[in-house]
């Protein structure tokens, strides 16, 4: 009898209730195991991408984590402006090749050091594009991210017939890093407060804002603010972090071309969105940090890499559209515990 009175003083709750107050944003918490809860998923990506450079051995892989990371702030670009301002864009090309040609001027013109010209390529970049992209803004849909895609192609074919940039040759003898260890950490630290300073911005009122101009932009309009500038600073946010992955990618090859206007810029990080699950930041930087070591593995196999990459997109696609950061973070907050009543 008392088991069962026991038994009937104890329910199973789950952990976040209590912590959410208002929004997904906004907690409250009252001990130090409503904290670690909270602070768990976060200290574990931290750390993990941390660690990934030490835990690597090879040249080449430690390499291709650092393109991954160029390839999550494109991702991150992209899913901040599909998800939470409601422009699809395919200009990730157009991003890394100003950036990447903007910073291997300033570096062989110049003679800037990659303290300056990352940092100025990245302003200055995303200064063109946003400038470039404006007559586009008003478009919304498929129409936008057509004008995005038709850029880069159509930057790519004036370089190369006007041989300007290097012409089809780029431009060579760009400076490199100091070591591969200064190469590594500072783009996975970049990436780190990318993340955290977009997750950030999407939750304060200009956040609001955003989405205001994604799910019903004549109540922005009635509002009195300008739906223009506001596409305008996200396109810029956006941009700029394209823009900084190119002047990044620039100072790793030590060169910058034309290549860095194809496609592939513009393509892997939709599929890391896809994979890694949109509106949710951090789905499509995981997503690139898979995405781009299996394609990188897969050229072993030659042609037929792109047979095994499509069969790869088509079942996250048919069984796991969501993404796998939204099922995470669905089934992590589904954890229980006892509790007495």
């Not at 008392?2 to 199973?12: L, P, T």
């Not at 370089?159 to 070591?179: K, R, S």
Request: a positive charge.
């Amino acid at each position: 009898m008392n088991k069962e009175i026991g038994a009937i003083e104890r329910r199973r709750e789950r952990l976040d209730r209590g912590i959410k107050v208002r929004t997904e944003g906004i907690y409250a918490v009252s001990s130090l195991k409503e904290v670690a809860y909270l602070a768990l998923p976060r200290l574990i990506l931290i750390i993990g991408l941390l660690l990934l450079p030490l835990l690597i051995p090879s040249l080449y892989w430690k390499r291709v984590v650092s393109i991954a990371a160029i390839y999550a702030l494109l991702a991150l670009g992209f899913d901040f402006l599909a998800h939470f301002v409601g422009l699809v864009s395919l200009g990730g090309a157009l991003f890394i090749g100003v950036g990447g040609y903007t910073a291997a001027l300033l570096n062989k013109s110049l003679g800037l050091s990659p303290v300056f010209t990352i940092p100025m390529a990245t302003v200055g970049g995303a200064m063109i594009c946003t400038l470039l992209l404006l007559p586009a803004l008003p478009l919304r849909g498929v129409y936008f991210a057509i004008v995005t895609l038709m850029y880069p192609l159509t930057l790519m074919r004036i370089i190369e017939a006007l041989n300007i940039f290097g012409g089809t040759d780029g431009i060579l003898g760009v400076a490199g890093f100091p070591n591969r260890w200064i190469e590594q950490y500072l783009i996975i630290f970049i990436v780190i407060f990318a993340l955290f300073g977009l997750r950030r911005l999407v939750n304060e009122d200009i956040g609001l804002v955003f989405r205001g101009v994604k799910d019903n932009d004549q109540s922005v309009r009635a509002s009195g603010l300008s739906i223009t500038l506001y596409k305008a600073i996200a396109v810029f946010i956006a941009s700029g972090l394209g823009s900084l992955g190119g002047a990044y990618l620039a100072h790793i090859y030590m060169w910058s071309g034309i290549s860095q206007f194809a496609l592939d810029f513009s393509v892997i990080p939709i599929a890391a969105t896809v994979i890694g699950g949109g509106g949710t930041l951090v789905g499509p930087l995981l997503g690139c940090f898979f995405l781009v070591p299996i394609s990188e593995w897969l050229r072993e196999f030659g042609t037929l890499r792109i047979v095994f990459y499509s069969v790869i997109l088509m079942a996250f696609i048919m069984f796991r559209s969501e993404g796998v950061m939204v099922y995470a973070q669905r089934k992590y907050h589904q954890f229980q515990r006892w509790v007495k009543v």
